[in-house]
């Protein structure tokens, strides 16, 4: 097996997902669900995931209500016919009503992605959402995107080389497997600019 080959065993498909190491499949299968091998086997029979959402949606709880089906994005997912919902937005509308134009469904006092406990969520501007992710360090950037190619210390020595002279934008771009307005944005500080 080579570094460009899947990580997981037996799979010998071409790295898609570089951080992680993983095959496109593979990394799909991560989104969807929360875990590489996720789907197949573990699937839940048809109508199951809807039932258990009725069942529970204004069920008391003390915390949280962590979603137990499909993931994605790391929000708990229900299909219905051949529509997929993100689960906290159908549970902020039962609890709350429909959802107010421009408006989102924002968890307030939890910090769980997966959690669909209606007395958690409210509607919101997308700015207040916005304002929730950065509170909750769930904002998707650098590093914690599942889709980045760099490291915070890749970031700082792209940075640091750029600020040096002697090295254009294409090669550094070339050499570290990203665009070159991806690196632009970068030494402009325009992306990365979380990184010192």
């Known amino acids: 097996m080579t570094d460009t080959t899947c990580t997981i065993e ?3 498909r071409p790295v898609r997902a570089k951080k992680q190491g993983w095959c496109g499949a593979h990394h799909q299968r991560f989104l969807r669900h929360g875990d590489p091998l996720g789907g197949g086997e573990s699937r839940a029979a048809p109508g199951e995931p809807w039932r258990y959402y009725l069942a529970t949606v204004y069920r008391p709880s003390d915390g949280c209500k962590v979603w137990p089906y499909a993931v994605a ?3 708990g997912v229900l299909a219905i016919g ?11 509308q039962a609890w709350n009503g429909p959802r107010p134009f421009g408006y989102v469904a924002c968890h ?11 007395p958690h969520l409210r509607w ?17 950037i650098g590093d914690r995107n599942h889709a980045t190619k760099l490291t915070p210390e890749a970031v700082r020595e792209i940075g640091r080389r750029y600020a040096a002279g002697g090295v254009k934008q294409w090669d550094l771009a070339r050499e570290y497997g990203v665009r070159q307005a991806a690196l632009s944005a970068i030494v402009r500080r325009v992306t990365w600019k979380h990184v010192d």
């Not at 051949?82 to 902020?92: D, E, F, G, I, K």
């Not at 307030?108 to 959690?115: A, D, I, R, S």
């Not at 919101?124 to 998707?140: H, I, L, Q, Y």
């Open 108 to 118: 307030g006092v939890c910090h769980n992605k997966l959690c669909y406990h209606g």
């Open 10 to 12: 037996g799979c010998v």
């Open 82 to 92: 051949r529509t997929q919902y993100s689960v906290h937005h159908l549970a902020c």
């Open 124 to 140: 919101g501007p997308p700015s207040e959402n916005s304002a929730d992710m950065w509170r909750d360090g769930t904002v998707m």
């Open 73 to 75: 994005n790391g929000y």
